[in-house]
T-cell receptor, first 117, second 115 residues
Framework: GENVEQHPSTLSVQEGDSAVIKCTYS??????FPWYKQELGKRPQLIID?????GEKKDQRIAVTLNKTAKHFSLHITETQPEDSAVYFC????????????????FGKGTHLIIQP | SAVISQKPSRDICQRGTSLTIQCQVD?????MFWYRQQPGQSLTLIAT?????????ESGFVIDKFPISRPNLTFSTLTVSNMSPEDSSIYLC????????????FGQGTRLTVV
């Protein structure tokens, strides 16, 4: 099955600086890569996603890049703000053998992002 | 995005008992999923709840322990059976659709404590 590795486990950056979180996956058939932000005691919130036919996607201060050949994808947050402090999870979805589609997600272990004022 | 409601939001249960968690979606969805998030950990897929057929379980999870129902395209239940303290976790349902890798959204979760 799919295996997703996520680094670093903890990331501390100064407010206003950029943060980068990296993930690798093992199954070359994976084709959907979402990122979630989870604040303490709350559900994971989808913040951005990318599909395997796209190399980069941006939404305001957040961007995701995907390198299919190397099987890694990254989350970039620019101009970080205190409200960006949370745990971030990457995930990968591999289509089922019966014909593709949104099958369950395999998650990385998470990155605790701390924004220092 | 779909609105997903889970209940109960939390419960404290005695070991050896069972708890059924409900997940209701405000629109029809092809696929629903159940995840477990142990304290301070990441999310692990338990099973895919298929409407009209048996759920598909991931390695390490079995139907006798986590029976799932999916009577229609907007509702599913997960039962945690014969609970032990190791089952203390947050259980989350999620929705998606086959064929397009649509975004996966989560319910608010059920925080289960087994004593």
């Amino acid at each position: 099955g799919e295996n997703v590795e996520q680094h670093p486990s903890t990331l501390s950056v100064q407010e206003g600086d950029s943060a980068v979180i990296k993930c690798t996956y093992s199954d070359s058939a994976s084709n959907y890569f979402p990122w979630y932000k989870q604040e303490l005691g709350k559900r994971p919130q989808l913040i951005i996603d990318i599909r395997s036919n796209v190399g980069e996607k941006k939404d305001q201060r957040i961007a995701v890049t995907l390198n299919k050949t190397a099987k890694h994808f990254s989350l970039h947050i620019t101009e970080t703000q205190p409200e960006d402090s949370a745990v971030y999870f990457c995930a990968a979805s591999t289509p089922s053998g019966s014909g593709g589609g949104a099958d369950g997600l395999t998650f990385g272990k998470g990155t605790h992002l701390i924004i220092q004022p | 995005s779909a609105v997903i409601s889970q209940k109960p939001s939390r419960d404290i249960c005695q070991r050896g008992t069972s708890l059924t968690i409900q997940c209701q979606v405000d629109s029809q969805v092809t696929m629903m999923f159940w995840y477990r998030q142990q304290p301070g950990q990441s999310l692990t897929l338990i099973a895919t709840a298929n409407q009209g057929s048996e759920a598909t379980y991931e390695s390490g999870f079995v139907i006798d322990k986590f029976p799932i129902s999916r009577p229609n395209l907007t509702f599913s239940t997960l039962t945690v059976s014969n609970m032990s303290p190791e089952d203390s976790s947050i259980y989350l349902c999620s929705v998606g659709s086959r064929g397009g890798n649509t975004e996966a959204f989560f319910g608010q979760g059920t925080r289960l404590t087994v004593v």
